[in-house]
């Protein structure tokens, strides 16, 4: 059974700070991809990377940065938080370019 | 890139009864077509998807079918039931990526 997990399921920070969401999949997938969930909008991609070391962008990628130095793991960070970034942040990873399985989510709430 | 709609946003139908979302795409060259399941506080899940060499597929009450000539693809779910009630994001693949639909919210009212 494919497990991706996320490393907190609620999140609240403060304007500025410097937030890491991190995404963990225990399935060897070489694809993995950081959404964002906001009503009436659906699934926007932020950035996705195909390999270890590997990263690109979505289509909402300002304002994100990530990072993946090992083939499990998939880092979001926020450089300097801001309040239209509150939002559901959606891990997905995926074997190849098909099924993709996706993490929890974390609500995260920028005050 | 692809530009995915989806129709309609809110779909309430009465337990039994069918139900019908629509998609739309962009890009001729997208060859895959999945629909995700999403409930109330959990993660989208994987319903059925179809890829661009096939028209139809079933899997027990649900169904989707796919136009590459209009570019539009539908899923049908039959003799709905309280437990359908979620909201469906349609989605195409582009390269690596997928681009889902804004999501349609079904209420099955018993």
């Known amino acids: 059974d494919v497990k991706v997990t996320q490393s907190s399921r609620y999140l609240v920070k403060r304007t500025g700070e410097k937030v890491f969401l991190e995404c963990v999949q225990d399935?060897?997938?070489?694809?993995m991809f950081w959404y964002r969930q906001d009503p009436g909008l659906g699934l926007r991609l932020i950035y996705f990377s195909y390999d270890v070391k590997m990263k690109e962008k979505g289509d909402i990628p300002e304002g994100y940065s990530v990072s993946r130095e090992k083939k499990e793991r998939f880092s979001l960070i926020l450089e300097s938080a801001s309040t239209n970034q509150t939002s559901m942040y959606l891990c997905?990873?995926?074997?190849?370019?098909?099924?993709?399985?996706f993490g929890p989510g974390t609500r995260l709430t920028v005050t | 890139g692809e530009n995915v709609e989806q129709h309609p946003s809110t779909l309430s139908v009465q337990e039994g009864d069918s139900a019908v979302i629509k998609c739309t795409y962009s890009?001729?060259?997208?060859?895959?077509f999945p629909w995700y399941k999403q409930e109330l506080g959990k993660r989208p899940q994987l319903i059925i998807d179809?890829?661009?060499?096939?028209g139809e597929k079933k899997d027990q009450r649900i169904a989707v079918t796919l136009n590459k000539t209009a570019k539009h693809f539908s899923l049908h779910i039959t003799e709905t039931q309280p437990e359908d009630s979620a909201v469906y994001f349609c989605a195409a693949r582009d390269d690596y990526k997928l681009s889902f639909g804004a999501g349609t919210t079904v209420t099955v009212r018993a």
């Open positions: 997905a990873s995926s074997p190849k370019p098909y099924e993709q399985y």
């Open positions: 179809i890829r661009s060499n096939v």
């Open positions: 399935m060897d997938h070489e694809n």
């Open positions: 890009d001729s060259a997208s060859n895959y």
